[in-house]
């Protein structure tokens, strides 16, 4: 699975939008771009994914450039209930996931 | 429906001890993995199943560590002789391996486990 480079920590004023960056330069052809967050004491929750087209759910959009070498994940109201650690992964269907350290994400109010 | 459920959440354990964490799977998942979760640190990834055959157990850190999935449903994550360093939360997750999806993975609460 293709390593992923996130920024360590970040802040976001509440009712803002949180946009939280994702490199994954050796991203191959047939892996997906998954995002999770982890708030204390919880399992991982899943948010969003996607292959090369911007996705958008009820939680999250996902940005994920046109070389796939990048994302973003976009929260476009943040709310303190927001704060958490976010996890990227890229992997294939069905394969296993690797998780690096995250960004821990803090909305402020 | 119900998610996926693990059991206990928190187990102490004296060194040298045997222990068993149990993972519930979203019913009619195909695929179940399991993880450790070292405090400060992502999971990472031990073991996987698709329904009873395990495929993966690379990430096992030692022969300490036994996984089974006897029936494709309820799985048991065993760690015998229990050191200081297995402490850690374990997670248990469950994708539907539907042919054609992006299957994704639903993550349990996790059992954290404390090492005396």
């Known amino acids: 699975d293709a390593k992923t480079t996130q920024p360590p920590s970040m802040d976001c004023a509440e009712g803002r939008a949180a946009n939280l960056p994702c490199n994954h330069s050796t991203i191959s052809g047939n892996e997906y771009v998954y995002w999770y967050r982890q708030i204390h004491s919880q399992g991982p929750q899943y948010i969003i994914h996607?292959?090369?087209n911007n996705e958008t759910n009820e939680m999250a959009s996902l940005i994920i450039t046109e070389d796939r070498k990048s994302s973003t994940l976009i929260l476009p109201h943040a709310t303190l209930r927001d704060t958490a650690v976010y996890y990227c992964i890229v992997r294939v269907v069905s394969g296993k996931s690797t998780f690096g350290d995250g960004t821990t994400l803090t909305v402020k109010p | 429906g119900a998610g996926v459920s693990q059991s206990p959440r928190y187990k102490v354990a004296k060194r040298g001890q045997d222990v068993a964490l149990r993972c519930d799977p979203i019913s009619g998942h195909v695929s179940l993995f399991w993880y450790q979760q070292a405090l400060g640190q992502g999971p990472e990834f031990l073991t996987y199943f698709q329904n009873e055959a395990q495929l993966d157990k690379s990430g096992l850190p030692s022969d300490r560590f036994f996984a089974e999935r006897p029936e494709g449903s309820v799985s048991t994550l065993k760690i015998q002789r229990t050191q200081q360093e297995d402490s850690a939360v374990y997670l248990c997750a469950s994708s539907p391996n539907l042919a054609g999806s992006t299957d994704t993975q639903y993550f349990g609460p996790g059992t954290r486990l404390t090492v005396l």
């Open positions: 996607g292959l090369k």
